[in-house]
């Protein structure tokens, strides 16, 4: 009987250990790799590899903390100093929204999502909406049946996607510059509003009034009143004389404050707005090399993917330093938290 319950004991052990909680967690999607790099919000290790598929960009985490969805996309890489004629032709078989169980770190499946996703947001539990940029398109995708459940001509070369308070999902298009808001129930363009120049993310305020659009050619951030979705302002970016390039606002993230952080590209440095004042407070220099995605953790620290450096950097944006770069080799892209 004892040899009995030691087996029940140790069994026991086995199985809460199989589902213990996990501290907050940060994925970096690796563009070059396949893979999503998982680091420990804490103390900053890199705690786990999981190969995803081709190209992951795009990343975000379900409502529930349960599930890490991922843009894979069967389009070779273009970008600055590549002859895209050259390129191979597209594998739209890898294209899809691949779906991590974030208990065990597997790929459990991976979703139709029209061709060559790159950002997308989540609507709801069910619904997500994705950018396909060789298309024109935002495609909406059912999650519980697992496909697509419609598609919506956007603007010209779609990017950033952000879901609004009222459930519209906004879309950059960085060949028009401007918005297209997207009723995903329906599904169709609702209004299109005028950004700046090549506009790449989107993010909302915590109170829901504002909208942020980073502007990468203008080096602009257009400021848009949620309710009439109109432009009530504009920030310009100021070329710091020491920075390698004039900044080219890229990624954008929110602080529970109402500041706005925002990735300079191949300036190399990270912008905080004061939402509230309308106004630039500070630039943080020297973040990584061409830094793009950017996510608050729940500690307040902010994590930055340096694709040509092949790292991440945490920030304390409380006094503008850099806490430490973290290795993650390849070319990292996009970012989410998990609490």
Same mark, same amino acid.
Request: net charge negative; with cysteine.
């Given at each position: 009987m004892r040899a009995a319950a030691r087996a029940l004991v140790a069994l026991a052990a086995i199985v809460a250990g199989c589902h213990r909680s996990h501290g907050p967690r940060v994925f970096v999607t690796n563009e070059d790799d396949g893979t999503v790099v998982v680091i420990d919000a804490r103390s900053f290790d890199v705690i786990d590899k999981v190969n995803v598929g081709?190209?992951? +960009?795009?990343?975000?985490?379900?409502?529930?903390?349960?599930?890490?969805?991922?843009?894979?996309?069967?389009?070779?890489?273009?970008?600055?100093g590549i002859d895209e004629s050259r390129l191979p032709p597209p594998n739209r078989s890898a294209d899809g929204i691949g779906v991590v169980d974030l208990g065990d770190l597997t790929l459990v499946r991976t979703i139709p999502s029209g061709p060559d996703p790159?950002?997308?947001?989540?609507?709801?539990?069910?619904?997500?909406?994705?950018?396909?940029?060789?298309?024109?398109?935002?495609?909406?995708?059912?999650?519980?049946?697992?496909?697509?459940?419609?598609?919506?001509?956007?603007? +010209?070369?779609?990017?950033?996607?952000?879901?609004?308070?009222?459930h519209t999902v906004w879309v950059t298009s960085e060949t028009d510059n401007l918005i297209s808001v997207v009723d995903p129930g329906e599904p169709r363009v609702v209004t299109t509003i005028? $950004?700046?120049?090549?506009? +790449?993310?989107v993010a909302f305020t915590p109170d829901g009034t504002r909208a942020l659009v980073t502007g990468e050619n203008d080096a602009s951030i257009t400021l848009?009143?949620? +309710?009439?979705?109109?432009? $009530?302002?504009?920030?310009?970016l100021p070329r710091d004389a020491s920075a390698p390039s004039?900044?080219?606002?890229?990624?954008?993230?929110?602080?529970?404050?109402?500041?706005?952080?925002?990735?300079?590209?191949?300036?190399?440095?990270?912008?905080?707005?004061?939402?509230a004042a309308g106004t630039l407070t500070t630039v943080i220099p020297n973040v990584g090399k061409r830094p793009w995605g950017i996510a608050v953790a729940p500690s307040g620290l902010v994590f930055t993917a340096n694709g040509p450096s092949g790292d991440v950097s945490v920030i304390d944006p409380a006094t503008s330093q850099i806490v430490q770069h973290i290795h993650t080799g390849g070319s990292p892209w996009g970012i989410a938290i998990a609490p």
């Amino acid at each position: 009987m004892r040899a009995a319950a030691r087996a029940l004991v140790a069994l026991a052990a086995i199985v809460a250990g199989c589902h213990r909680s996990h501290g907050p967690r940060v994925f970096v999607t690796n563009e070059d790799d396949g893979t999503v790099v998982v680091i420990d919000a804490r103390s900053f290790d890199v705690i786990d590899k999981v190969n995803v598929g081709q190209r992951p +960009r795009g990343v975000r985490v379900s409502g529930d903390g349960k599930w890490l969805y991922v843009a894979l996309s069967g389009s070779p890489r273009g970008g600055p100093g590549i002859d895209e004629s050259r390129l191979p032709p597209p594998n739209r078989s890898a294209d899809g929204i691949g779906v991590v169980d974030l208990g065990d770190l597997t790929l459990v499946r991976t979703i139709p999502s029209g061709p060559d996703p790159e950002s997308f947001d989540l609507v709801d539990d069910h619904t997500l909406v994705v950018s396909n940029e060789e298309t024109a398109e935002a495609s909406i995708v059912d999650l519980d049946k697992r496909k697509l459940r419609g598609r919506v001509d956007t603007g +010209r070369e779609p990017e950033g996607v952000a879901t609004a308070p009222d459930h519209t999902v906004w879309v950059t298009s960085e060949t028009d510059n401007l918005i297209s808001v997207v009723d995903p129930g329906e599904p169709r363009v609702v209004t299109t509003i005028p $950004t700046g120049a090549r506009p +790449r993310g989107v993010a909302f305020t915590p109170d829901g009034t504002r909208a942020l659009v980073t502007g990468e050619n203008d080096a602009s951030i257009t400021l848009i009143d949620v +309710r009439t979705r109109r432009q $009530t302002g504009r920030i310009e970016l100021p070329r710091d004389a020491s920075a390698p390039s004039p900044p080219r606002p890229m990624g954008i993230a929110m602080t529970p404050n109402g500041k706005a952080l925002v990735t300079t590209g191949r300036a190399g440095a990270v912008a905080v707005i004061d939402v509230a004042a309308g106004t630039l407070t500070t630039v943080i220099p020297n973040v990584g090399k061409r830094p793009w995605g950017i996510a608050v953790a729940p500690s307040g620290l902010v994590f930055t993917a340096n694709g040509p450096s092949g790292d991440v950097s945490v920030i304390d944006p409380a006094t503008s330093q850099i806490v430490q770069h973290i290795h993650t080799g390849g070319s990292p892209w996009g970012i989410a938290i998990a609490p």
